[in-house]
């Protein structure tokens, strides 16, 4: 722009000069008509030349002031651009702060409902729900770590039609690679077996470096940079409540089964025995108590030792369990004592069950049987039902233990039902 300016100037001034110095040149000769004549022509140049200059520092001043647009527009063009982008960056970062802020609100809540006392059906639906509700992928499937077949079994899908009977193998596909690799695994990135059908993504579930499982989601719909760190959190938090909730149920176990047999304890018995009498009594049902004792055991311990008395013990309690209805509470009550409640069963029904168990006992081929005093393995009892035989738990049970001991006093190996004495 300065330049067109300066242009424009020397146009202007050329035909003053040019004039100036023609007539400086007639004054010098001293020739009026030579100077009136060389004026005229002067002023005609001039003029030509002045209006000539004007129109060309106005053309330059032009193309200047245009060249200047130009540059402008471009420069502005180019900031509408950048303040495009800038405005689609911060959508973007808006969206995906939406998520993260959905997520971190959701997230105390995921790890306060998995961290609860959780059964081990709510956990699986918990996990399933929050995956559907983070990202909604097609297809969520979740396998557990079968450690006796070394496979993963399918236990939960929501947009699936596979069967849970599925099984895939350790480093089969997507969902057994990893756990193989106890690692995120992605599509593209391993050959497919046919149990990968819609699966994008095979996320393992570990409780310090321990696989319990594996999560495979499909295509995510709520696409984000995060969406496989949040999926793999919950993997974690999934896994992390499985081991939890099995720790519990082995504990609660433990706390109300005898660690030899298998069976319940006296103590676990007599609080569902408590229950059993509440119901007894208020729909007026009965129930039975069948005692038994495992005869001349001193003696095989004595002769055989006491690990053999331990396993005599086991495949005692293993056969009573099997042949004992599930409604029915077994339990060992102490030593080589055993008990078993039976609810809604009168006195007729519960001897026919005990002397069936007895001669199962006498015919089965245990070892050393032929070393104890009787050539077999046998047992003796007795048998009390409520309210005939008492109208309280402790009744019930210390008549049948009376019946036992009748049993005993008679030889072994029978079944005594317990008789009330009898007025004189």
């Known amino acids: 722009m300065f330049f067109c300016k300066l242009n424009l100037i020397r146009a202007l001034c050329f035909p003053f000069s040019l004039v100036y110095n023609v007539f400086m040149t007639a004054l010098i000769n001293s020739n009026p008509l030579f100077l009136i004549t060389i004026l005229a022509v002067g002023c005609l140049v001039a003029l030509l ?12 001043e032009r193309k200047c002031l245009s060249n200047s647009e130009r540059v402008l527009f471009k420069e502005s063009a180019l900031l509408s651009s950048k303040t495009q982008g800038f405005q689609r960056e911060l959508e973007n970062l808006k969206k995906q702060n939406e998520k993260y802020l959905y997520f971190l609100v959701r997230l ?27 990202s ?29 009977s599925v099984e895939v193998k350790i480093g089969e596909g997507i969902i057994g690679m990893a756990a193989l690799n106890k690692t995120l695994v992605f599509k593209d990135k391993f050959s497919q077996s046919p149990h990968d059908k819609n699966i994008e993504i095979g996320m393992p579930m570990l409780f310090k470096d321990v696989l319990i499982g594996v999560i495979g989601v499909g295509k995510i ?17 999934t896994a992390i409540s499985l081991q939890t909730s099995e720790s519990l149920s082995t504990a609660k176990k433990e706390a109300i089964t005898d660690s030899l047999t298998g069976l319940y304890n006296k103590r676990h018995f007599l609080d569902k025995a408590l229950e059993i009498v509440r119901k007894a009594t208020n729909y007026t049902l009965p129930f039975s108590v069948f005692i ?4 001349h055991f001193k003696n095989y311990n004595d002769k055989n030792g006491h690990v053999e008395g331990d396993i005599l ?9 099997q042949n004992t209805r599930s409604t029915c509470i077994a339990a060992r009550y102490g030593g080589e004592e055993f008990i078993v409640l039976l609810p809604d069963i009168d006195k007729k029904g519960t001897m ?13 081929p245990f070892l050393h049987r032929e070393k104890q005093l009787l050539g077999c393995i046998s047992i003796s009892g007795g048998v009390a039902t409520f309210p005939l035989d008492g109208n309280t738990v402790d009744a019930v049970i210390k008549n049948a233990d009376t019946a036992l001991s009748q049993s005993k006093t008679a030889g072994r190996n029978r079944i005594t039902p317990y008789e009330p004495p009898k007025l004189s």
């Open 49 to 60: 030349v002045f209006i000539s200059g004007k129109k060309i520092g106005a053309a330059q």
């Open 108 to 134: 105390p809540e995921a790890v306060k409902r998995l961290n609860t006392n959780l059964s081990f059906d709510e956990i699986i639906a918990t996990t399933v729900r929050l995956i559907k509700e983070l």
């Open 136 to 164: 909604a992928p097609s297809v969520i499937e979740l396998y557990l770590f079968n450690q006796s077949t070394n496979s993963l079994e399918l236990t939960a899908a929501l947009g699936s039609d596979k069967k849970k």
């Open 221 to 237: 719909s709520m696409q984000s940079d995060n969406e496989k760190r949040f999926l793999a959190m919950i993997a974690d938090l």
């Open 292 to 295: 038994c004792d495992l005869d």
């Open 313 to 321: 013990l086991k495949e005692l309690a293993k056969l009573i369990k």
């Open 352 to 364: 026919l069950y005990a002397e069936r168990l007895r001669k199962l006992i006498e015919d089965y």
